[in-house]
Structures are given as C-alpha cells and as structure tokens.
C-alpha cells in the first residue's frame, strides 16, 4: 500500500511543541517518508524493502543503482535527513529498510 502527496498536508513539528504527548502522537498502520519533496505512505510488507528496492521497483526512480547489494560500493547512495535536522548526510540505500526511514526525507539523483 503506498499513498503520495506533495508536502505541507501534514502538521509540522513546531505545531506540536509545547502540547501535551497524547495530542501528538497517534498510532499509525504505515510509515511515512518524503522522497525528492513527495510525501510517500507505505504499509504492509513494503515497509520492509530496502530503499533501492522501493525507489527502483515501486517508484520508478531508477537512477539509484545497486551494484554490490551489500554497501560497499557506493553506487547506490542517497541523502536523507530528519524533519528536525538541517543538513542531509548520505547513506547506502540497498543495506537500509524502509522502516528504518520514517519521517525521514530523501534525495536521489533524481532529485538533486
């Protein structure tokens, strides 16, 4: 299952500073994670995917390769960074699972 839309739909952090925990948080059946400024829903045995593998197959943003499928080689690096940091550092994309990136936004090449 996979939902996009563009970004601003949803409440930001600084909107939730300062209430109360219970107003915040709110369980979820999905991850959400931002790729090149689109927001992105995904649930079910998807959010078990590796990012290249969801970026590839899924969206359709090929420019990612995977060539060593273990880290090694560089070839499929992409920038993420959380909602509340300001600088994005680069991460290999075929080693790290779609639930490790929720909340996160990444960049491919794509999107630079």
Do not use: Y
Not at 64 to 70: G, I, L, N
Not at 72 to 100: K, M, W, Y
Request: proline share 4%; hydrophobic share 40%; aromatic share 6%.
């Amino acid at each position: 299952m996979m939902e996009s839309t563009r970004p601003g739909s949803e409440p930001t952090l600084q909107q939730f500073r300062g209430r109360p925990v219970g107003e915040c948080a709110a369980m979820r059946d999905h991850l959400i994670l931002w790729v090149n400024g689109v927001r992105h829903a995904v649930g079910g045995a998807d959010a078990l995917l590796s990012f290249s593998d969801f970026a590839r197959d899924r969206l359709g943003l090929v420019g990612t390769k995977v060539v060593c499928a273990e880290g090694d080689c560089g070839a499929c690096t992409v920038l993420v960074r959380r909602a509340d940091e300001p600088r994005h550092v680069p991460i290999d994309s075929c080693n790290r699972l779609l639930f490790q990136l929720d909340g996160w936004h990444v960049v491919t090449i794509e999107g630079l």
